[in-house]
Nanobody, 124 residues
Framework: QVQLVESGGGLVQAGGSLRLSCAAS????????MGWFRQAPGKERQFVAA????????YYADSVKGRFTISRDNANNTMYLQMNTLKPEDTAVYYC?????????????????WGQGTQVTVSS
């Protein structure tokens, strides 16, 4: 089993940037594909980005493509989400997730482990 803790959320103006981190502990981090998801008030949790165990394969939601970058540091058991040119519609709780395989996936149902989430608020 792996435990996940997100950090780096906060309040930022539109056009600004934030970097989220997801620290993992427990089992071998490099065994897991990882993903970021987000949930806005009153909406379902949705896919943001995912990457394979090595980071070689990366996937993005169309709404964040070109603005967000997902990455991982297997030596330090940490995943990141660099968010640039933020928009008010990016406001949500952001969750990191781990999948019991090295292959990334865009469906939240494919992820077994979840963090508690970190709030990102983008003001207009």
């Amino acid at each position: 089993q792996v435990q996940l803790v997100e950090s780096g959320g906060g309040l930022v103006q539109a056009g600004g940037s934030l970097r989220l981190s997801c620290a993992a502990s427990g089992r071998t981090f490099s065994n897991y594909a990882m993903g970021w998801f987000r949930q806005a008030p009153g909406k379902e949790r949705q896919f943001v980005a995912a990457l394979s165990w090595s980071g070689a394969s990366r996937y993005y939601a169309d709404s964040v493509k070109g603005r967000f970058t997902i990455s991982r540091d297997n030596a330090n058991n940490t995943m990141y989400l660099q968010m640039n040119t933020l928009k008010p519609e990016d406001t949500a709780v952001y969750y990191c997730a781990a999948r019991n395989t090295g292959v990334a996936h865009t469906s939240l149902r494919e992820y077994e482990y979840w963090g508690q989430g970190t709030q990102v608020t983008v003001s207009s």
